[in-house]
């Protein structure tokens, strides 16, 4: 079947080449489809905020505040807490990072393909979402250092047919969530590696695209490894698949006007990367398997 190789040759393709097929989409931008949950910077108050260990200074948009734009639906990077708080990997690192620079966090809840915009903007200071370093994000934010890797995986139900990343042409729809790589992947022309926009539904957020597999509204969700083994604990009938692929790394988006913030994070994490902080907290999350 011509669909099926072409499909099984572009997989090979993404493995091959990681984030390479990425490149020709637009990255985060833009799909700012409303429903931001939350917190929202007071604009302007630009202040220079005391630096704790790091060196140099820089400009917050809230004075003592570090304000994180991120997406609590991805799990366990970030998710609500049934007290309306915020949990995960990011929120710990940022709080352990907003230390050490001398400021508090405020979580900005928002739509994952909102982020960089309120960060290249200056609503936001940083972003953290188990955000993918793209050269297409590059062109509007800069990336930190990175903390941690990801593959995107398939989940199915139980009784899928697609058994292999191959089968995955099979789908007749994929869905994922918007403004993603997993998004990106996908959708990209089956020359690019991709299975082509027609058969991919973009959904606001993993939870929802999984609840649609279960529906049978999609044939398949592409998504990150961690939080698809969340999505898939949370939802008996649903599977991941063994084949991973495209390696990504997680860094935190600063503004491109703002290189002090970037190194005085970049100093921060380093520190929390040698003393341990960053794989205990990595560990509270994700148990070693
Ligand atoms: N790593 C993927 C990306 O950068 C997905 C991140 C989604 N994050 C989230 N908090 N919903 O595109």
Same mark, same amino acid.
């Given at each position: 079947m011509r669909f099926k190789k072409i499909a099984a040759a572009a997989l090979t393709a993404v493995m091959g080449f990681g984030l390479a097929a990425c490149g020709s989409t637009s990255g985060g931008t833009a799909s700012a489809s409303g429903s931001s949950a939350a917190t929202t910077a007071a604009a302007g108050a630009t202040t220079t905020a005391a630096s704790g260990s790091a060196s140099g200074s820089f400009t917050t948009a809230e004075k003592g505040v570090?304000? @994180?734009? &991120?997406? #609590? &639906?991805?799990?366990?990077?970030?998710? &609500?807490t049934d007290d309306g708080g915020f949990t995960g990997i990011d929120i710990d690192l940022a709080n352990a990072i907003a230390e050490k620079l001398g400021l508090t966090v405020t979580i900005d809840n928002m739509d994952f393909g909102s982020i @960089?915009?309120? @960060?290249?903007?200056?609503?936001?200071?940083?972003?953290?979402?188990g955000m993918s370093v793209t050269d297409e994000r590059k062109k509007s934010v800069d990336f930190t250092d990175t903390y941690a890797n990801s593959k995107q995986v398939i989940i199915v139900t139980d009784d899928s047919d697609i058994k292999t990343p191959d089968d995955l042409s099979k789908a007749g729809k994929i869905g994922c969530q918007e403004g993603t790589t997993g998004y990106m992947l996908c959708s990209d022309t089956p020359e690019n590696g991709g299975y082509g926009e027609d058969h991919v539904i973009a959904y606001n957020n993993g939870i929802i695209a999984v609840q649609a597999l279960l529906s049978g509204k999609v044939d398949a969700v592409v998504?990150?490894?961690?939080?698809?083994?969340?999505? @898939? #604990? #949370?939802?008996?009938? &649903?599977k991941i698949l063994d084949t991973a692929f495209a390696d990504e790394d997680y860094a935190i988006c600063v503004s491109k006007n703002n290189p002090q913030l970037r190194d005085a994070v970049n100093k921060a994490l380093k520190e929390l990367k040698d003393d341990g902080t960053v794989k205990k907290i990595i560990d509270k999350y994700i148990s070693a398997s």
């Amino acid at each position: 079947m011509r669909f099926k190789k072409i499909a099984a040759a572009a997989l090979t393709a993404v493995m091959g080449f990681g984030l390479a097929a990425c490149g020709s989409t637009s990255g985060g931008t833009a799909s700012a489809s409303g429903s931001s949950a939350a917190t929202t910077a007071a604009a302007g108050a630009t202040t220079t905020a005391a630096s704790g260990s790091a060196s140099g200074s820089f400009t917050t948009a809230e004075k003592g505040v570090l304000h @994180v734009a &991120t997406n #609590a &639906t991805f799990p366990p990077y970030e998710s &609500t807490t049934d007290d309306g708080g915020f949990t995960g990997i990011d929120i710990d690192l940022a709080n352990a990072i907003a230390e050490k620079l001398g400021l508090t966090v405020t979580i900005d809840n928002m739509d994952f393909g909102s982020i @960089v915009a309120a @960060v290249s903007g200056g609503k936001s200071d940083i972003g953290m979402a188990g955000m993918s370093v793209t050269d297409e994000r590059k062109k509007s934010v800069d990336f930190t250092d990175t903390y941690a890797n990801s593959k995107q995986v398939i989940i199915v139900t139980d009784d899928s047919d697609i058994k292999t990343p191959d089968d995955l042409s099979k789908a007749g729809k994929i869905g994922c969530q918007e403004g993603t790589t997993g998004y990106m992947l996908c959708s990209d022309t089956p020359e690019n590696g991709g299975y082509g926009e027609d058969h991919v539904i973009a959904y606001n957020n993993g939870i929802i695209a999984v609840q649609a597999l279960l529906s049978g509204k999609v044939d398949a969700v592409v998504i990150d490894a961690e939080p698809a083994k969340e999505y @898939v #604990a #949370a939802n008996p009938g &649903t599977k991941i698949l063994d084949t991973a692929f495209a390696d990504e790394d997680y860094a935190i988006c600063v503004s491109k006007n703002n290189p002090q913030l970037r190194d005085a994070v970049n100093k921060a994490l380093k520190e929390l990367k040698d003393d341990g902080t960053v794989k205990k907290i990595i560990d509270k999350y994700i148990s070693a398997s």
